[in-house]
């Protein structure tokens, strides 16, 4: 494998807390050198990123790929190549495939995509229960053995309270963490906008808040009893936020993340029934945003996820409760934490923390770092490039997005996985 010299470039490794003008040596798919100073060995190639920043490999926690399954909507090979354009070199799997992540025939299965696609990390969340059913606990041992990173039963509710615990405590001999989408089913019930003036104005089935938040409440009373790791996916309100923070002071061992749509659109962008803004968990009030952006700026929120879930043009044509939920998202979650970054609520370190380190250490995977003999993943970043997000440009299968049209600053110019470039703009 040829060799590599990024020079001259922003490097922002927030494993090391080191962010200056440096340099980075890629060799034999590994980082051979990282530092302020020229290194006195040779590199094939030299490419000059003066005016760049070059971080780790973004590592997204919660993206759909629709395979095993909704082919129609996507693949894992179009949604790769997606990802790579992104500047994301590693993703986590949710386990509501069909079918369902809750064999290792199954993990086997996507494993052998994802390696046919190449140029990015595929990682598997396994089912929590067979089926997701909530009704017997799935076989997280051999789901571990062939590869799972964590469990979860995704957005489906379980049988009782016991069969939460019984989970937990499995989950924790395996040393598996659960990944949870907290909401309760019954309090969700079929909803799909925020409760509040303009849901209630538009006539929109609500969700109410107390669905989150009695979720997060019930699985952080077992991280009590059990010690087991929870880490929430999706945050969507100030409660349910200042409620991890609270566990996380009292040294409990849990995390959260957030999408990052939920940082910019509120339940006013729902106005006129738009369908590109109906999502799960629904979009909440300006309020709730505020104190999700102050929890991702004091960490309390330590990862920024995509939630991509694309979507074929007829998945949002009907009336919107009939309307399936979901952004096509990979290709916007840099440039949305950018905008945190220009408009000051993150440092480009931090920000380089919330998109590679935390995913990393949640997922449990050696990535999110620019250390010496660590993987080179890494995303090359020219900020100050404007674009334009279009629809028709977009590499996803999916098109779903609210923000088409929007104007950005700063996005991925070059992506590598393993030493090799899979994406150069």
Sequence with gaps: MSSLLIANARLLDPARDFDSIGHLGIRDGRIAYAGKAAPKEKFAETLDAKGLWLMPGIVDLAARFREPGQTTKATIASETRAAQAAGITAIVLPPDTSPVIDSPAVVDRIHGKAQAAGGLDIHVLGALTKGLAGEALAEMSALKQAGCIGVSNAAFGLRDSLMGRRALEYAQGLGLTVHVFPQNPALANGGCAHEGPVGTRL???????????????????????????????????????????????????????????????????????????????????????????????????????????????????????????????????????LRLVHEKLLTPLQAAERLALTPATVAGIAAGTLATGASADLTLIDPATRWTLQPAAMVSAGRNTPFAGQAFTGRAVRTVHRGRTVHAR
Excluded at 289 to 311: M, N, T
């Design 203 to 337: 006539g929109l089935p609500p969700i109410p808040e107390a669905a989150e938040v009695s979720a997060i409440r019930f699985w952080i009373t077992l991280v009590e009893d059990t010690g087991a790791r929870v880490h929430f996916g999706r945050l969507s309100t100030a409660r349910g936020a200042a409620l991890v923070e609270t566990a996380q002071k009292r040294g409990l061992p849990v995390t959260a993340d957030v999408a990052a749509h939920q940082l910019f659109l509120i339940d006013e962008d729902v106005e006129g029934f738009n369908a590109m803004c109906h999502v799960i968990p629904p979009l909440r009030s300006a309020d709730d945003r505020a104190a999700l952006r102050e929890a991702v700026r004091s960490g309390v929120i330590g990862a920024i996820c995509s939630d991509h879930q694309p979507h074929e043009a007829d998945a949002k044509i009907n009336p919107f409760p009939l309307t399936e939920p979901g952004i096509s998202a990979l290709e916007t979650l840099l440039p949305l934490t």
